[in-house]
């Protein structure tokens, strides 16, 4: 494989985007018509792609495996969305939101991208709010800001605790708007179960109506996946239950080269596991840490009641350890702040595996009707499902898998080392480095949708015109059906006597106990056994009932954990790998005496991408230069 | 905890559907309907069964996905809750919780519990956008919009798309979906050039695609999740008089 090149532009960190768009190569309206683009995800970074595509003039053809482009996940996003508008005059500018965001993902990641995202957030919040996003406002009409983890200027715009669904539904909006013009097909209840390359150029997918059970091939001249996070590898998690990395695992398998996967983000404000049975950990908004205070009691199983507990016995452990950032610190070290507590005996909550988030200060200084305003839905969502009122006592949280830092490996065009496969949103690597700040995935997923993709993919497009036209009756479509036939047949056919959710919960144990919070060698060569194990017990004893010609919910989540279970074993491969701690990569071999993270620059300042190499790994590095500014000691103190 | 799951089965759109009684014992009270229901599935696999099939995604209710008449309620017994925050702690042990799909001849049932809610869909590509172009927006500041406007506008649009209001409403209504989306676009400066259209256009659908008619009876404020109110549709109706009127 050739050397990565991440077609960096020339000049200044704030001239190359523009240098970019200025050297790309373009396509007249009328030619954009003869080129098909499929867009995989119908999320905020897909439905976006797919819109702004399709008001280009491509011809679309967009994919989900929900039943409507409204559900995808970003819907669940609640805090908010960072841009650098400087509104509250204190200080923001693009520099700083670039330099937070770098310094946030302790410089993993490149400055060229970065810099990018952060240019492009002002835009981006004047686009959503022309599209009908009700931002907050002050009484005046002007929009309002509030703060989020790891900053210290009030960027982050917001929509009450239901940002992430108000910008969806306004790409899903645009997207029927699409639709309507006949510029869009839309695919809903189908989900891509593998790509398909001719002479090393995406060319299509191969798709399973998730009604019938049909295997159908679609071809067109370039491919977007944007699939989202795979979280659900620990499978309790934030995200919904449907979230699954296959998509982006069977382009890695095709080729497509995968970055830093065991970067993946524990968030710390998430509701505790409550039982083995429990499917999902819902998230409370990070945005509740703007006035909520983190504490436990400095007592060890301390049995009495939170509100019983007097001030000077509590540890309120982030403003002690934290002063400047105090409960804003960012998500990595707040997790593994509370993991650190938990773990010596001052967890709270029945299984004590807890800590408070306490909103009485903020109630006595604010009062009710403030904190109602600001965070009413949040608080109605844990009365919901825990039973009690979060206005009278705080909040039991706990970590819990998120994000994913990691993905397809992409270049400065979000384009993946297969010619014409872009990954876009979650599902690539490009921004957040090794942890991601709050309020950056919206925003992310946004402007790889809207912004980047759509001034990025015309440079490959045009070239294409001219191409071959391939159809789905090409034998490379032939070839590809047949091998994902096999493989519905082959799960079909086991019939074990275990369930899939039995291996989808050991598997997530494993991943939680050894690939979360704190990694180490031995644990994580452990896990590696372990995994392969689970994967050879679920190909011998994985029970499915049901075919493969019907609506089959068994089969679905019996084909994505499949991919789960490698894509384990390259998370934990890479976390193995890399020999220090950075963001949300904590070795515990790496530590300093405080127990902070220790970054090792002269041997680990790359980006991993890895290559499927028939079963096996093999570690490709994207240097990482930075031309702009100096990676320092990461520190909230 | 045990409890006697009457459960709609139907394999699909073209056979006719039953309740099929299960017993389902080892369950907890913290657990949501949906995990008691993933916990039978389970058992329905070792037992060489088909799973029951329902929706869901989130399950932290925003997406919408998942919604179905729990013992004759949408979204079970509870007001302005989504089915997913249901958890076994409002049942008592021993007790019968019948499940079923939602019923309207819009909503088609596809398999067992999971029913058809595309006209939702078409509802929205007939108007519930803004038609402005990614690149062509002004700067958001431009425009002032107060907090009230926007706070109203926020109350509407806080709409999960889940079809609860269609489902208890006797008539199969979809007014106050089809009001949620309009007066949300409609109230904001920036949905004002297209208003009359937009509301002409969205009723139009929502009538083809085979939804009853309101007669305010208020049903459906009580089950939506968001609790979008009633008031919604009467200020559809008046937008769709104007609309007619001056539109």
């Known amino acids: 494989m050739k050397k990565l090149n991440a077609k960096i532009p020339e000049g200044k960190l704030e001239e190359k985007w523009r240098n970019y768009q200025l050297r790309s190569k373009l396509i007249n309206p009328a030619n954009k018509k003869k080129l098909n683009v499929i867009v995989v995800g119908s999320g905020l970074s897909g439905a976006g792609a797919a819109a702004t595509l399709a008001e280009l003039g491509y011809d679309v053809q967009c994919f989900c495996y929900q039943d409507s482009a409204r559900r995808a996940h970003s819907v669940a996003a609640q805090g908010g969305i960072n841009a650098a508008k400087n509104y509250q005059h204190d200080g923001d500018s693009v520099w700083r939101m670039f330099y937070d965001t770098l310094k946030g993902g302790d410089f993993r990641s490149r400055e060229a991208n970065t810099y990018r995202l952060a240019e492009l957030s002002a835009p981006l919040i004047d686009h959503f709010t022309q599209q009908g996003v009700p931002f907050a406002r002050e009484y005046g009409g002007v929009l309002v800001n509030r703060s989020f983890g790891g900053v210290q200027v009030q960027r982050t715009f917001y929509a009450r605790g239901q940002t992430g669904q108000q910008l969806l539904l306004a790409a899903y909006a645009q997207l029927y708007k699409m639709i309507r013009a006949e510029k869009v097909t839309m695919h809903t209840r189908t989900e891509m179960l593998d790509l398909v390359l001719v002479d090393g150029k995406a060319r299509g997918i191969i798709a399973r109506n998730l009604v019938t059970g049909e295997i159908q091939r679609y071809a067109a001249d370039a491919v977007v996946l944007a699939t989202g996070g795979y979280s659900r590898v620990f499978r309790l998690s934030t995200l919904a239950i449907g979230c699954n990395g296959s998509a982006i695992w069977k382009a890695h398998k095709r080729g497509a080269l995968f970055a830093a996967p065991s970067f993946t983000q524990i968030h710390p404000t998430a509701l505790p596991q409550s039982s083995e049975a429990q499917s999902k950990l819902t998230l409370m908004s990070e945005s509740l840490r703007n006035d909520g205070r983190i504490w436990v009691p400095k007592r060890k199983d301390d049995p009495r009641r939170a509100n019983d507990i007097p001030e000077d ?67 109605t969502m844990y009365r919901k499902i825990t039973g009690v009122d979060a206005y009278r006592e705080p909040m039991q949280i706990s970590p819990a898998a998120h994000f994913s830092m990691g993905g397809l490996w992409v270049d400065y065009e979000l384009m993946t080392t297969i010619p014409g496969l872009y990954a876009i949103g979650e599902c690539n690597f490009s921004d957040h480095g090794a942890n991601r700040l709050g309020a950056n995935s919206l925003l992310q997923a946004s402007v790889d949708g809207y912004f980047i993709l759509p001034n ?56 939680w106990r050894e690939c979360a919070m704190s990694r180490t060698r031995l644990g994580l060569e452990r896990a590696i056994r372990q995994i392969e194990s689970i994967r050879e017990d679920f190909w011998s004893s994985v029970k499915v009932t049901g075919t493969g010609e019907e609506l089959n919910p068994e089969l679905e989540k019996a084909l994505r954990l499949a991919n789960f279970l490698e894509l384990g074993l390259l998370m934990c491969t890479d976390a193995l790998q890399r020999e220090e701690s950075c963001g949300a990569h904590f070795r515990e071999e790496y530590q300093t005496e405080e127990g902070e993270a220790l970054r090792v620059d002269e041997d680990y300042g790359y980006v991993s991408a890895w290559e499927y190499a028939d079963g096996t790994f093999k570690l490709h590095r994207e240097e990482l230069h930075f031309e702009f500014v100096q990676p320092t000691v990461r520190s909230y103190k | 905890m045990r409890v006697r799951f009457r459960i709609w089965r139907q394999d699909n759109a073209r056979v006719k559907g039953g309740f099929r009684d299960y017993e389902v014992d080892g369950l907890n009270e913290d657990m949501s309907l949906l995990e008691a229901l993933d916990h039978l599935n389970e058992q329905l696999v070792l037992r060489d069964e088909k799973v029951v099939a329902f929706e ?21 017994p509870h007001a302005n809750m989504t089915t997913c925050q249901l958890h076994l702690r409002s049942f008592a042990d021993g007790d019968t919780i019948t499940i079923e799909p939602w019923r309207a001849a819009a909503f088609p049932v596809i398999k067992d519990l999971i029913v058809d809610r595309s006209a939702f869909d078409r509802i929205i590509r007939q108007g519930g956008y803004i038609s402005a172009k990614t690149g062509t927006a002004p700067e958001a500041n431009a425009i002032p919009v107060g907090k009230e406007v926007a706070d109203r506008a926020m109350d509407a649009a806080a709409c999960i798309g889940c079809g609860a209001c269609v489902a208890t409403c006797k008539n199969s209504s979809a007014a106050l979906f089809t009001a949620a989306k309009i007066n949300h676009l409609n109230t904001l400066p920036q949905g004002k050039p297209e208003q009359h259209r937009r509301v002409s256009d969205m009723v139009q659908q929502m009538e083809e695609e085979g939804f009853g008619h309101c007669s305010f009876t208020g049903a459906c404020e009580v089950e939506c999740p968001e609790g979008i109110s009633v008031a919604n549709i009467a200020e559809m109706n008046a937008r769709y008089l104007k609309a007619k009127l001056f539109g």
Do not use: W
Not at chain 1, 344 to 356: E, M, Q
Not at chain 1, 496 to 507: I, Y
């Open chain 1, 313 to 379: 016995e509590r540890d309120y452990y982030l403003e002690r350890r934290y002063p400047s950032f105090g409960n804003l610190a960012p998500r990595d070290i707040a997790s593994r702040a509370a993991k650190e507590r938990i773990d010596a005996g001052h967890g709270v909550g029945r299984l004590k595996n807890a800590v408070y988030l306490d909103f009485r200060h903020a109630i006595e200084r604010f009062g009710l009707d403030t904190i109602r305003d600001r965070y009413g839905n949040l608080f």
């Open chain 1, 456 to 511: 990025t993919i015309n440079n490959y497009l045009a070239a294409e015109l001219g191409a071959e036209q391939i159809t789905t009756d090409h034998p490379a479509f032939a070839e590809v059906e047949e091998e994902v036939r096999a493989h519905i047949n082959r799960i079909l056919n086991v019939n074990g006597h275990k369930t899939v959710d039995h291996f989808h919960r050991e598997l997530g144990k494993v991943m």
């Open chain 2, 56 to 76: 869901y995604d989130c399950r932290e209710g925003i997406c919408g996905q998942c919604g179905v008449f729990v013992n004759g309620r949408a979204h079970g």
